[in-house]
């Protein structure tokens, strides 16, 4: 998986591209947990180009937005593809993070 | 002449997380070699996925090698899919479930792979034959 960070507005857009599996999950949660240790209080997760989640990685977004809560930080995740959204409704995840058609629905507010 | 004859897929993985890619790359192969539908893909792949790296990581109490042994047979109306391992023994069927309606803060961090697994396929079963696990995934195909 390869994770890309932008600025756009105050905003840290977060790209995921790729597979969030067991394989990719360590690296994965320390490049997450880097981006945490840097303090941003508004971050997006670009999920356009990520193709697969499995529970490693799923675990991985619960922390990210446990950490936010704690900070009371914004964290929003946009163009989750079809088949990732159904994983999300499954595991209850839909309910637990904002999730936004674009990044530019997520950008604005 | 419609041919009938069920298909199945045997493949031997050792218990390694390593192995992960050559799951993949089997059930990515299954569209074209099975005729399945490509959307299956990805939800067959997580729920294997969680199966194989459960027994890797929780099966073994020694540092020997061990096979871990996946067959996937298409029948008329559905796919299944046996796990089977030599550890030791283990339901994954009788995990409790998570809560998932919990708020944010309630929830607990991990726990969900065998959730998953029951909420993907639409039968999950498990029986304990000649010292082995066996876990029978099935998958009902719609056409």
Same mark, same amino acid.
């Given at each position: ?7 756009? =507005? $105050? ?12 394989? /990719?999950? =360590? ?9 945490? =240790? ?12 990520? $193709? ?28 989750? /593809?079809?088949?990732? /959204?159904?994983? &999300?409704?499954?595991?209850? &995840?839909?309910?637990? &993070?904002?999730?936004?058609? =674009? ?5 604005? $507010? | ?16 997380? @390593? ?60 796919? #299944?899919?046996?796990? #089977? ?27 969900? @792979? ?9 039968? #999950? ?19």
């Amino acid at each position: 998986m390869n994770v890309t960070r932008t600025n756009i =507005d $105050d905003y840290l857009v977060v790209g995921l591209q790729g597979r969030l599996d067991t394989i /990719q999950a =360590d690296a994965v949660e320390k490049t997450m947990l880097e981006i945490l =240790d840097q303090e941003h209080t508004r971050i997006i997760l670009d999920c356009k180009e990520m $193709d697969y989640i499995s529970s490693s990685g799923l675990r991985i977004l619960l922390i990210v937005q446990k950490r936010m809560l704690a900070v009371s930080g914004t964290l929003k995740l946009c163009n989750l /593809q079809p088949s990732i /959204q159904e994983i &999300f409704d499954i595991s209850g &995840f839909s309910m637990i &993070f904002t999730i936004l058609p =674009d990044l530019k629905t997520a950008l604005k $507010d | 002449m419609m041919e009938n004859d069920d298909q199945t897929y045997t493949l031997k993985l050792s218990n390694q997380l @390593g192995e992960l890619g050559r799951l993949q790359e089997a059930l990515e192969s299954l569209p074209e070699t099975m005729d399945l539908p490509p959307t299956l893909v990805m939800p067959l792949n997580l729920a294997m996925e969680e199966a194989f790296t459960n027994i890797v990581n929780y099966a073994f109490d020694d540092d020997n090698p061990h096979t871990i042994e996946v067959s996937i047979t298409k029948h008329e109306r559905e796919l #299944v899919i046996s796990i #089977v391992d030599d550890g030791r023994p283990y339901n994954p069927t009788l995990k409790e479930d998570p809560d998932i309606d919990l708020p944010v803060e309630d929830r607990k961090i991990g726990g969900l @792979g065998i959730f998953l697994i029951k909420k993907i396929m639409d039968d #999950v079963a498990y029986r304990r034959e000649n010292e082995k696990n066996i876990l029978m995934l099935t998958k009902k195909l719609t056409q």
